[in-house]
């Protein structure tokens, strides 16, 4: 079984303040990580995943994430935050190798970005 | 077409009610999800599709009832809802492989 701890509930920062949203996870088996955010009322999206290759994987709008395998982290930093920036942050890893993913998510950490 | 289209967006249903929340999608993806998110919680898997069958149920009641008509469809039969089943419930889809899923918007249901 696998698992995902989100260490912190809630992230308040400033505009233009570097963050970390912290994220571990265990499991048996080689896994998929990703990171979903999800703005109020509206579903999941991708921000970005780690698949294999290098351990470090960037999104389009600034956040990077690394895969530290000792470690079983993945944490999501971005080095300054927009107000838009302002939203739910899921980690969520599945197994690795199957032909379909089961995502197992942390519990959500609450970005939010002060003017 | 890079969308999981979800209708309807709200629903708001009696206990005695029968309903369907339906999911498409457009980017031959086999693989197709219910996910139910309650408040303030993370989205928790209901049931897995894998071309067109079945593949996982998480011990979800009957109440709720998938369906797979084709490889672009998915929809979520519901009956005899409890007010504790009001959430949103999220559709996702991915490629074959732990890819990352792509997600629909949701359905907010309310079970009055």
């Known amino acids: 079984a696998q698992s995902v701890t989100q260490l912190d509930s809630q992230v308040p920062v400033f505009e233009e303040a570097p963050v970390e949203l912290r994220c571990n996870y265990s499991?048996?088996?080689?896994?998929?990580l990703f990171w979903y955010v999800q703005y109020p009322n509206q579903g999941l999206q991708l921000l970005l995943k780690?698949?294999?290759?290098?351990?470090l994987v960037e999104s389009i709008n600034g956040f990077e994430a690394e895969f530290n395998k000792s470690q079983t982290s993945f944490h999501l930093r971005k080095p300054s935050v927009h107000i838009s920036d302002t939203a739910e942050y899921f980690c969520a890893v599945s197994e690795g190798g199957t032909s379909y993913g089961k995502l197992t998510f942390g519990q959500g950490t609450i970005l939010t970005v002060h003017p | 077409d890079t969308e999981v289209t979800q209708t309807p967006k709200h629903l708001v249903m009696g206990m005695t009610n029968k309903k369907s929340l339906k999911c498409e999608q457009h980017?031959?993806?086999?693989?197709m999800y219910w996910y139910k998110q309650k408040a303030k919680k993370p989205p928790e898997l209901m049931f897995v599709?894998?071309?067109?069958?079945?593949?996982i149920n998480e011990s979800v009641p009957s109440r709720f009832s998938p369906e797979c008509p084709n490889s672009s469809l998915l929809n979520l039969h519901l009956h005899a809802l409890q007010p504790e089943d009001s959430a949103l419930y999220l559709c996702?889809?991915?490629?074959?492989?732990?890819?990352?899923?792509?997600f629909g918007s949701g359905t907010r249901l309310t079970v009055v």
């Open positions: 780690y698949l294999s290759g290098s351990t």
């Open positions: 599709y894998s071309y067109e069958k079945l593949s």
């Open positions: 499991s048996s088996v080689s896994v998929y």
């Open positions: 980017m031959g993806h086999r693989a």
């Open positions: 996702a889809s991915s490629l074959e492989g732990s890819y990352g899923y792509t």
